[in-house]
């Protein structure tokens, strides 16, 4: 009968605080680039300078962002070179979306006028 009492009493606020404190100090798919080692933090320049090489330099994303793909790819030059192509196009796509969301905006105002 006393686990029941432990249960009822339970302050569940300060179960969920302390889950959410350990959790925000980790974090899978962050990539740590103190902690690669040397062959590592080499595959992810000669990766980086591979995606810049076959897509160009001027484009919406980070070194860091490529870095992490390429972590997250597992140094697959070819996979990264995809997701960079298709996180752009989604970019660039939004950037076009709210460009005549902006326009049809204008539109109505001087419409209005």
């Known amino acids: ?13 300060d179960v969920l605080d302390e889950d959410q404190i350990e959790n ?14 040397n062959e ?12 810049y090489g076959v897509i160009g330099t001027d484009i919406p994303l980070t ?10 790819y597992y140094f697959d030059k ?14 660039k796509a939004e950037q076009d979306k709210q460009k005549a969301k902006d326009a049809k905006k204008q539109a109505a105002a001087t419409k209005g006028k």
């Open 40 to 51: 590592d933090l080499d595959a992810l320049e000669e990766g980086l300078d591979y995606v």
């Open 24 to 37: 925000d100090d980790y974090d899978e798919n962050q990539l740590d680039e103190s902690q690669l080692s």
């Open 63 to 72: 070194d860091i962002e490529i870095k992490e793909a390429l972590w997250y």
């Open 78 to 91: 070819d996979e990264t070179v995809n997701w960079a192509l298709e996180k752009v196009a989604t970019i």
């Open 1 to 13: 009968m006393s686990r029941h009492r432990a249960v009822r009493n339970l302050d569940l606020e």
